[in-house]
C-alpha cells in the first residue's frame, strides 16, 4: 500500500520548459533497471550535470530557492517514448504533482499507475503559478484531490481537474491495481458462488 492522496499543499519546482519528453526526464542509458528504486537520481540527468558530472548550478534541481512534492512544467509533459521509467522517475525523486497545461496521454497514466498526481490547468492558470514562484520560491500551492481543485495561495485563484474516478480512488486509499483487486476479493467471490 502505498502513501493516501488528500490535500497536499506546499511550495513547488517551476520548469518553465514546454515539450519536455521521456527521454530528457530519464534518458535512455538509465533503463536498463528493472526495479523503480534509484531513478530519482537520474531525473533530468542531462540538465542537472555536466558532462563532468557536476552539478549544473543553473538547472532548477539544484538551486536551492526551490523544493517541494509539487512539480509545475510546461506545456506538453511526458510526450515521446511511453518509458514508465519517467514516472518511476519522477516518483523516485519525491514528487507528488505534476502541473501542466497538457500532458502526453500515456505518460499521464503511467504518472498515475505510479502515485504521482497529473494535474491539468488552464494556460493562463500556470502562466500564473510561474510568476507566483518566480516572485516568491516559497509561494505556496494547494492541491486537494478530493474537491479536484488546485489553488495558488498567494493570488487565491482556484481551478478544477479531472482525474478518471478509479485512479481517483485507488490514489485516495493508497492502492495499485492489484491491491484494489484484492480489496474486492469478497465480492468476486460472491459473485462467482452465485454465477456457477
Known amino acids: 500500500m502505498k502513501q493516501k492522496f488528500n490535500i497536499i499543499t506546499g511550495t513547488c519546482v517551476p520548469l518553465p520548459l514546454e515539450n519536455v519528453d521521456t527521454d530528457q526526464i530519464i534518458p535512455a542509458r538509465f533503463l536498463k533497471a528493472t526495479t523503480r528504486e534509484g531513478f530519482g537520481e537520474n531525473l533530468f540527468r542531462d540538465w542537472r550535470y555536466n558532462a563532468d558530472g557536476t552539478p549544473n548550478k543553473n538547472f532548477v534541481l539544484n538551486n536551492p530557492a ?3 512534492e509539487i ?13 514508465e521509467h ?10 507528488r504533482v505534476v502541473v501542466s497545461s497538457f500532458f502526453a496521454d500515456i505518460h499521464k ?3 498515475l499507475n505510479n502515485f504521482v498526481l497529473p494535474v491539468v490547468v488552464s494556460e493562463s492558470f500556470l502562466k500564473e503559478l510561474f ?17 479536484q481543485t488546485i489553488t495558488n495561495k498567494t493570488t487565491g485563484r ?34 462467482e458462488k452465485k454465477n456457477k
Not at 71 to 83: P, T, Y
Not at 133 to 140: H, V
Open 131 to 147: 510568476d507566483t514562484i518566480a516572485a516568491n520560491p516559497k509561494s505556496e500551492v494547494e492541491v486537494n484531490l478530493p474537491a
Open 86 to 95: 519517467a514516472a518511476w522517475a519522477i516518483a523516485d525523486y519525491g514528487f
Open 158 to 191: 482556484s481551478e478544477t481537474f479531472e482525474i478518471n474516478a478509479y485512479k481517483k480512488h485507488c490514489l485516495m486509499n493508497g492502492l495499485d491495481d492489484i491491491d484494489y483487486l484484492l480489496s474486492q476479493k469478497s465480492a468476486i467471490e460472491t459473485w
Open 66 to 68: 526551490y523544493s517541494g
Open 109 to 111: 497514466n503511467n504518472e
Open 71 to 83: 512539480l509545475v512544467a510546461g506545456k506538453n509533459f511526458g510526450s515521446g517514448s511511453s518509458r
